[in-house]
C-alpha cells in the first residue's frame, strides 16, 4: 500500500509502493530501494534542495489511502489539473499545501519551477527512445523516458516534435511515464481500447485524457466524458 515519510511534522505520500501486483512489463521498485531513496531527500523545507526534484504530475485513477494529505493542485493552460511531486527516482513523493507553505516562493514560482524541469527533462530525451511500430494498421510512437515523467512531456508542446515527429498528433498517457502519438484523426474508439489495454496493467495509470498537439500547442480531449481533465 502507499506509505508516508515524515520529517519534521510533514508527510510525503509515496506514490510508486503499492499493494496490487502489476501486470506484465511493469516493474515497481523494491521497498529498500524507495527506502534508501526516501533517506536521501532532503527536510521538506529545504526549497533550494527539492525544486530540482520538483515535477507536475497527472491524476492517477486508483485513490490513495485514507487520511493521505490532499496534493497542492493547480490548473494549468489549457485547462489541464496538475499536482506536484519530488522525484526520487524509484518513488514519488506528493506535495501537500502544508509543504508548499514551508517554501519561499508562490504557487506560481512552484508551477513555473515543475515546468521548467519537464522541459530540461524533455529537451535531454535521445529520440532513439521513441519507439515506432503500428497497432495493427494504425501508426504510433511510444516513448518511456526512462527518467520518469513523459506523460507530462505534454505540457511543454514545443519540445514533442523532436521526438515525435511534426505532427498533428494525439497523444495518451496510460501511464506515468509512457506517452504514446497516435495520427490526429485516429478512431477515438480505438484511442480508448489502446489507452485501457495498458492502463489496467498499471495500478497507477492515469485518467483517459488525450491530448492534441499541432507542435506548438495542445488540446485537452476526454476519451470517456466524465474526464474532462487530467
Not at 19 to 47: F, K, L, R, T
Not at 145 to 157: E, H, N
Not at 169 to 181: E, K, N
Request: glycine letters at 6%.
Amino acid at each position: 500500500m502507499p506509505r508516508s515519510r515524515r520529517g519534521r511534522g510533514n508527510a510525503f505520500t509515496i506514490d510508486r509502493i503499492v499493494s496490487v501486483p502489476a501486470g506484465p512489463g511493469i516493474h515497481s521498485a523494491s521497498v529498500q530501494e524507495v527506502v534508501e531513496a526516501v533517506q536521501a531527500v532532503p527536510p521538506p523545507e529545504d526549497w533550494p534542495g527539492l525544486s530540482r526534484m520538483l515535477v507536475p504530475i497527472f491524476q492517477r485513477l486508483r485513490p490513495y489511502f485514507d487520511g493521505s494529505p490532499e496534493p497542492l493542485r493547480v490548473l494549468v493552460p489549457p485547462g489541464i489539473s496538475i499536482s506536484f511531486a519530488i522525484d526520487i527516482g524509484p518513488a514519488l513523493l506528493h506535495v501537500s499545501p502544508d509543504i508548499a507553505a514551508k517554501w519561499p516562493v508562490s504557487l506560481h514560482e512552484i508551477t513555473e519551477r515543475a515546468l521548467a524541469n519537464v522541459a530540461e527533462r524533455a529537451a535531454h530525451v535521445p529520440v532513439d527512445r521513441v519507439l515506432r511500430q503500428p497497432v495493427g494498421h494504425v501508426p504510433s510512437a511510444w516513448l518511456q523516458s526512462g527518467i520518469g515523467g513523459a506523460s507530462t512531456f505534454v505540457l511543454q508542446p514545443r519540445a514533442l516534435p523532436r521526438l515525435f515527429g511534426p505532427g498533428p498528433h494525439l497523444f495518451i498517457a496510460p501511464m506515468r511515464d509512457l506517452l504514446i502519438a497516435l495520427p490526429a484523426d485516429v478512431d477515438r474508439e480505438f484511442a480508448l481500447w489502446l489507452y485501457a489495454e495498458l492502463a489496467e496493467q498499471d495500478p497507477n495509470c492515469l485518467a483517459p485524457i488525450g491530448f492534441w498537439s499541432d507542435g506548438s500547442r495542445v488540446t485537452l480531449e476526454a476519451l470517456e466524458p466524465e474526464f474532462a481533465t487530467a
